[in-house]
């Protein structure tokens, strides 16, 4: 085991079979060492810095129906929302103002936020934070959706891939084309965005050989950024009594990521964050680099119900962004006031500013 985790820590790749043997076999002894080999690359690529996006989640309506997903079209318990363009730009407003230099976008398929309303948010955003990052993730569009919303000043793009198992994608997600969802992420490479694709880690009907084909699909693409995190089930789903994914299998997954692709920007995500107390935190020691925490107005948190248990629902901007400080600095890691780019894509667009001069004093502003 220790050796094929020193082939992968020298070649930055491994066989199928060899990854299969760790995730098979992995114990507590050969786990603390493939973590603290994450950690030597992780310091090597971004140091002890972590990234903070501040997450908006804009609509909860959904005209697809992924099986594990608790906004999905078909739930009639959800109460829908949409934030308007202007509560947008307030979130914005006080993103910047909590020091977060990256906003993610993130909603359903809601055929309402049309390309023309994206493009005015986009802007809007822009005029107003023209140095801070825009991600989008805003599921499945066409190439000519993406290119015009890349167009109007969109940086980066998240569309996880969900699950590299055609069978297993195709199980979760009736109607829909594992083709088309993986024609999307080229779309989004081709155009430039910094993209981001990802997986869930425990689904339902997922073997470790199914994990194994994420971590080759992820190789092999190449994305900027990672999003991986537990599944969870969410009561009104047909997957509602499946078992959720643990915090040591995801967590192994990240720091195979890690190792994989070493300078990718890897989310502890809000999913690991909500099966364990300190998910985000062992996420981070495991080679995460990003935390995404919510930026959304309190009244909205609750409906954006992906998975049951999702933590922060209850608490303000301002308390997520203290809470998250404390969290990294306890890990032994420290908060970054930037845009936070792919530490590779920086190097290739060196004109892109990522400290923004005019940073202000976050430490008056929090109250520490
Ligand atoms: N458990 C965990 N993650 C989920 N997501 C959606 N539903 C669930 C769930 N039940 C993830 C998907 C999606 C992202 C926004 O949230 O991977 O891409
Ligand atoms: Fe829309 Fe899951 S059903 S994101």
Redesign the pocket.
């Known amino acids: 085991m220790k050796q094929y985790i020193d082939e992968l820590y020298e070649n930055n790749d491994l066989g199928d079979e060899k990854l299969l043997y760790i995730l098979e076999n992995i114990d507590d002894n050969s786990k603390e060492y493939l973590v603290s080999k994450a950690h030597e690359i992780r310091m090597r690529t971004y140091g002890n810095k972590v990234f903070m996006r501040g997450l908006i989640e804009f609509t909860n309506y959904c005209k697809k129906n992924?099986e594990?997903?608790?906004i999905q079209g078909r739930n009639k318990n959800v109460e829908r929302y949409r934030l308007t363009y202007d509560q947008i730009m307030e979130c914005a407003k006080v993103g910047d103002r909590l020091g977060y230099k990256t906003y993610v976008l993130?909603g359903g398929e809601d055929p309402y936020f049309n390309d023309d309303r994206i493009v005015e948010i986009i802007k809007g955003i822009k005029s107003l934070f023209p140095n801070n990052a825009i991600t989008l993730?805003l599921g499945e569009r066409s190439y000519d959706s993406y290119k015009r919303l890349f167009d109007a000043g969109a940086d980066r793009y998240?569309?996880?891939h969900?699950t590299a198992s055609k069978e297993l994608y195709e199980w979760l997600h009736p109607g829909e084309v594992f083709g088309d969802r993986i024609k999307c992420l080229e779309n989004l490479k081709e155009i430039g965005y910094q993209f981001g694709a990802?997986?869930?880690v425990g689904l339902p009907r997922q073997t470790k050989a199914d994990l194994v084909k994420d971590l080759r699909f992820v190789k092999e693409i190449e994305p900027h950024m990672c999003?991986i995190?537990?599944?969870?089930?969410?009561a009104d789903?047909k997957?509602k009594d499946f078992t959720?994914?643990t915090l040591e299998d995801t967590t192994t997954i990240l720091a195979l990521v890690r190792l994989l692709l070493p300078n990718v920007l890897l989310p502890a995500t809000t999913?690991l964050g909500s099966i364990d107390k300190v998910g985000r935190e062992k996420g981070i020691k495991a080679g995460g680099n990003v935390v995404m925490p919510n930026l959304s107005p309190t009244d909205v948190r609750e409906k954006y119900s992906?998975?049951d248990g999702k933590i922060c629902t209850g608490d303000e901007a301002a308390e997520c962004r203290k809470c998250i400080e404390r969290r990294i600095n306890n890990a032994g890691f420290e908060v970054a006031i930037t845009r936070g780019d792919n530490v590779k894509w920086s190097q290739d667009n060196p004109d892109v500013l990522q400290y923004d001069s005019k940073i202000v004093d976050i430490n008056g502003i929090l109250g520490f």
């Not at 995190?229 to 969410?234: A, L």
């Open positions: 992924c594990y997903c608790g993130q993730s998240l569309l996880r969900e990802g997986f869930m999003g995190g537990p599944f969870i089930p969410h789903t997957l959720a994914g999913a992906l998975y």
